[in-house]
């Protein structure tokens, strides 16, 4: 299993940014997938997940600012970010929970 996440930098506050992850190494349309976040000097921040059959989730924080999709045929995932705040500079992971398999991060910095 091989997790890349990609996308991030730096972005004016509100601005937009669209987070991919590219998947290998498993039938990507069979699992859940999910974006964790982790700011400076905090713990772990779970942000969008989406289910095997394409439903989605969200944080109450990013709720109606983020949309998480995937393309099967591309095996990626991606994270659409709008209307970025300093709050959510972080670094973004996306994670496969089911077999604790995580990418190795993608640096966001909201700021003027």
């Known amino acids: 299993v091989q997790l890349v996440d990609s996308g991030g930098g730096l972005v004016q506050p509100g601005g937009s940014l669209r987070l991919s992850c590219a998947t290998s190494g498993f039938n990507f349309n069979n699992y859940a997938m999910s974006w964790v976040r982790q700011a400076p000097g905090k713990g772990l921040e779970w942000v969008s997940r989406i289910k095997a059959a394409g439903g989605t989730s969200y944080a109450n924080s990013v709720k109606g600012r983020f949309t998480l999709s995937r393309d099967i045929k591309k095996n990626t995932l991606y994270l659409q970010m709008n209307s970025l705040g300093p709050e959510d500079s972080a670094v973004y992971y996306c994670?496969?929970?089911?077999?604790?398999?995580w990418g190795q991060g993608t640096q966001v910095t909201v700021s003027s």
């Open positions: 994670a496969k929970f089911s077999s604790g398999d």
